[in-house]
């Protein structure tokens, strides 16, 4: 199952908004594109927008716990909200849903308003709880309280399967299924070998260190890092808040498919809020490509405030909900062009962003004081007070220790002329190793003897005028450099490869 489309009337601070998931308004039916991203300031509508979904496909039993107050979803000044989708199963089939809600209605009501709905979307899921499988994370993706006892359950009982998957979009309280538990409980039940994909993606997730074994006796996952083994719960938070959301969603996706070979490459939707949370610059720059990779058949429909995330976009998979108008009403509007093949200051600086400029606000102030008070003393001709020139100076001293934001720095230089030296001669050996050899010849003939003796009186002649040279003269020739020993190929791709990985 995906989904092809959603739209909301009047639901929270949407009047009316809607999005299509289509590869193109050309593209024939059910061909969706498996990524959707929603840049957007606070406060203007994004997670909503999630929350709207994972609401729609929840089914009758998470609808109670998932709603909360009715009337909360109903747009201030309004009667009723809507709530509509369209799903494409699996043979390309369309089915529309919706849901609706008026002010004071309570469950029975709402049951009763949306019965049409609910009764198709539970028909699907009493088929198998796996149909139309859908995964939600809020903002609050934390790891479980390290004081739950072992015996517990390991997840939330109380709640329905697809309520506990949706769970941290609605409530802050809600905790991830503990990582740990559940390890010691696949190892003791299946063995270690049904770890392999737990081990797999963490040592693709977690940069510099790698998923080590389980420690019984403290019921601790071990890890590899640069500073020895360490157990998971001894890692930075923001290591353990990767780790803890992973394992969840490999939670969620292995019990969910029990009886499947590869449970990971079955269909679904993941809605993500805040994709990058907790994430380094640097591992923003690969979550895209892990998640699409780990669950090649899902659709990800996710938010992000990363410049560095939606870097990762293609054609159409980027759009940003900003307030327009008098009325400020949340609108969507799509990126026109592909976002992976632009810098990431340009991003930074469209419409999408919309900063005006790439300077720290320190040397932005810095800027606009200066061009004022230029301008006031030669557009205008009047001369600046004691305080305007003393501000004046001091604006100029910071614009000059200033560097241009796109000079490159003296040691990124150093690198980058080291490493095509690098690649010169790797080219250069490998041209060398692939030319073939000269033959030997099979005899050489003696020079005549007329021949050689002139080779002797000129050799004897150049050693003279070098003996007869004054001892302090330099010699005009280049002094030979001596001979450095040749690496190998393979020592020099090393090389290469050390000095990208420092750039």
Same mark, same amino acid.
């Given at each position: 199952?995906? !989904? ?54 929840? @089914? ?56 049409? #709905? ?47 998957? !949706? ?11 503990? !990582? *740990?538990?559940?390890?010691?409980? !696949? ?8 770890? &392999? ?10 940069? @510099? ?10 019921? *601790? ?89 939606? /870097? ?14 008098? +009325? ?64 004046? /100076?001091?604006? #100029?001293?910071?614009? %000059? ?42 005899? +050489? ?14 050799? *004897? ?11 302090? +003269?330099?010699?005009? &020739? ?18 290469? +490869?050390?000095?990208? %990985?420092?750039?």
């Amino acid at each position: 199952m995906y !989904l092809s489309r959603i739209a909301l009337t009047n639901v929270r601070s949407m009047e009316s908004l809607a999005i299509d998931f289509g590869i193109s308004p050309e593209a024939a039916p059910g061909t969706n594109r498996r990524w959707t991203l929603l840049l957007g300031e606070n406060g203007c509508g994004k997670s909503t927008v999630l929350r709207a979904i994972g609401l729609l496909l929840a @089914g009758s039993d998470a609808l109670p716990e998932l709603l909360g107050d009715a009337d909360a979803w109903i747009r201030n000044g309004t009667r009723q909200c809507r709530i509509a989708g369209t799903l494409v199963t699996a043979k390309g089939e369309p089915r529309e849903i919706a849901l609706e809600l008026h002010r004071g209605d309570g469950l029975r009501d709402i049951f009763e308003r949306n019965a049409r #709905t609910l009764d198709a979307l539970d028909a699907a899921i009493r088929h198998a709880d796996r149909n139309y499988f859908v995964l939600g994370y809020g903002v609050s993706r934390r790891p479980p309280e390290g004081g739950k006892r072992l015996s517990a359950p390991l997840d939330d009982s109380a709640r329905s399967p697809r309520a506990r998957a !949706l769970a941290s979009m609605f409530s802050p309280d809600a905790s991830l299924v503990s !990582l *740990q538990r559940w390890a010691m409980d !696949l190892d003791y039940r299946r063995g270690a070998g049904a770890l &392999a994909p737990i081990r797999a993606a963490l040592n693709q997730l977690m940069r @510099g260190m790698n998923f080590s074994r389980i420690d019984k006796a403290s019921g *601790q996952l071990m890890f590899h890092t640069v500073d020895g083994e360490v157990p998971l719960s001894q890692l930075s938070d923001g290591y353990q808040n990767m780790a803890a959301w992973c394992g969840d969603l490999l939670y969620r996706i292995t019990e969910a498919f029990p009886d499947r070979k590869d449970p990971l490459a079955t269909r679904g939707v993941l809605l993500i809020d805040e994709l990058d949370l907790h994430l380094h610059p640097v591992w923003r720059r690969q979550l895209v490509d892990f998640l699409s990779a780990l669950l090649p058949h899902f659709q990800f429909i996710a938010t992000t405030h990363s410049a560095l995330t939606a /870097q990762q976009s293609g054609e159409g998979e980027l759009f940003v909900i900003r307030r327009e108008g008098t +009325k400020q009403r949340p609108t969507l509007v799509p990126f026109v062009g592909e976002p992976r093949l632009m810098g990431v200051h340009q991003l930074l600086m469209s419409p999408m962003f919309g900063l005006a400029s790439m300077d720290s606000v320190v040397v932005e102030q810095a800027r606009d004081t200066a061009r004022k008070l230029q301008a006031k003393s030669t557009a205008k001709g009047k001369a600046l007070t004691a305080r305007e020139r003393t501000q004046l /100076q001091r604006s #100029t001293e910071v614009l %000059r220790a200033a560097p241009e934001w796109d000079a490159v720095p003296g040691y990124a230089r150093q690198q980058a002329a080291l490493l095509k030296e690098l690649k010169a001669t790797i080219a250069k050996q490998a041209a060398q190793s692939a030319k073939p050899a000269a033959p030997e010849p099979a005899a +050489k003939s003696r020079p005549s003897t007329a021949k050689a003796t002139k080779v002797a009186r000129a050799t *004897q002649t150049a050693k003279a005028s070098k003996a007869a040279a004054p001892a302090s +003269k330099p010699s005009t &020739a280049a002094a030979k450099p001596a001979s450095t020993p040749t690496l190998s190929p393979g020592k020099l791709k090393a090389a290469v +490869k050390r000095v990208e %990985r420092s750039k």
